[in-house]
Structure formats: C-alpha cells, structure tokens
Nanobody, 126 residues
C-alpha cells in the first residue's frame, strides 16, 4: 500500500511563492509516475503537473506553465511542487497523486491515479 502525505501549504500574498512536498511510503517510489492536482470549493479537481518516475519528463496544465515546477527526489521518496507568482485564482486544496505501476492513459485525468494524499490548503491573499 502506498501512502502519500502532503505538506507546505499555507497563506501567501499574491505574487509570492510556496513549495509543497509530498512524502511517499513504499519501496517502488522511484518507478512511480506522480502528479499534483488541486480542487477549489465548488469546482472539479484540476490537473496541475505530472512527473515520470525517472524525473526525466514533466507535464503541466497550460495555466501553470512558467509559474509552477514539479520535481522529485527519489532518494527521499518525495515529490515537490514549487509555486511562484501565485495568483488570486490559485487557492485550493492541493493533492499529491500516484499512479499504479503499469497504468496507462492521460496524465491529466484524476481517474488514472490510484493513490492520493489528504491534501494541503493553499490560500492567496490579494
């Protein structure tokens, strides 16, 4: 069983930065594709970014390109989301997600992820 625990959320002013972390349990982390999603009140869960197990390939939602960076440290079983230039539309609960090994389909589809963290709240003040 894989457990994911997010941290790093909080309150930040518009234009500021936050770095989210997601610590994963299990010995197969380095081969597991990971992603970040977010969900604002009253809205659908939204894809933010994804990263391959090797860390060699990353993918972003168009609205996050250039502002957010996903990365991972396989030695620490941790995936990160660096968020810069935060905007008033960025507040949400941010979730870390992991694919089951061998799963296929779009990186941006939440249904393709088998493992989820409990989420961490990001709030942006204007």
């Amino acid at each position: 069983q894989v457990q994911l625990v997010e941290s790093g959320g909080g309150l930040v002013q518009a234009g500021g930065s936050l770095r989210l972390s997601c610590a994963a349990s299990g010995r197969t982390f380095s081969s597991r594709d990971m992603a970040w999603f977010r969900q604002a009140p009253g809205k659908e869960r939204e894809f933010v970014a994804a990263i391959r197990g090797s860390g060699g390939s990353t993918y972003y939602a168009d609205s996050m390109k250039g502002r957010f960076t996903i990365s991972r440290d396989n030695a620490k079983n941790t995936v990160y989301l660096q968020m810069n230039s935060l905007k008033p539309e960025d507040p949400a609960i941010y979730y870390c997600a992991g694919r089951a090994h061998g799963s296929s389909g779009s990186d941006s589809l939440a249904a393709n992820y088998a493992y989820w963290g409990q989420g961490t709240q990001v709030t942006v003040s204007s």
